[in-house]
């Protein structure tokens, strides 16, 4: 019963900035990983950036510089500041959770995906 819910996705004009949340909710035993991907009209989704539960990053070398992502894990959520929005990072952004979930007689480590939040850079 995992859910993992994202929302600050709006419409915002080049050079702006917005900051995206996903909080994950439900039977969770422990966070792998949390990531953001995105993906463009047309495009193959890609990965944005990642962070571990220990506290490494990785980031799309598009978006080095510009987008930062951080983790309240007390709270199971993970954000994307994004700065300095440009016109090509307009997309829908889909929270992924690498997840260590409880079940009947031990763990098991699932991926879950959010429904995703729509991202427009308008110029």
């Known amino acids: 019963q995992v859910q993992l819910v994202e929302s600050g996705g709006g419409l915002v004009p080049a050079g702006g900035s917005l900051r995206l949340s996903c909080a994950a909710s439900g039977s969770i035993f422990s966070i792998n990983a949390m990531n953001w991907y995105r993906q463009a009209p047309g495009k193959q989704r890609e990965l944005v950036a990642g962070?571990?539960?220990?506290?490494?990053?990785n980031y799309a070398d598009s978006v080095k510089g510009r987008f930062t992502i951080s983790r309240d894990n007390a709270k199971n959520t993970v954000y994307l500041q994004m700065n300095s929005l440009k016109r090509e990072d307009t997309a829908v952004y889909y929270c992924?959770?690498?997840?260590?979930?409880?079940?009947?007689?031990?763990?098991?480590?699932?991926?879950?995906w959010g429904q995703g939040t729509q991202v427009t850079v308008s110029s």
């Open positions: 962070i571990t539960n220990g506290g490494s990053t």
């Open positions: 992924n959770a690498d997840l260590i979930v409880p079940i009947l007689v031990g763990t098991r480590r699932i991926d879950y």
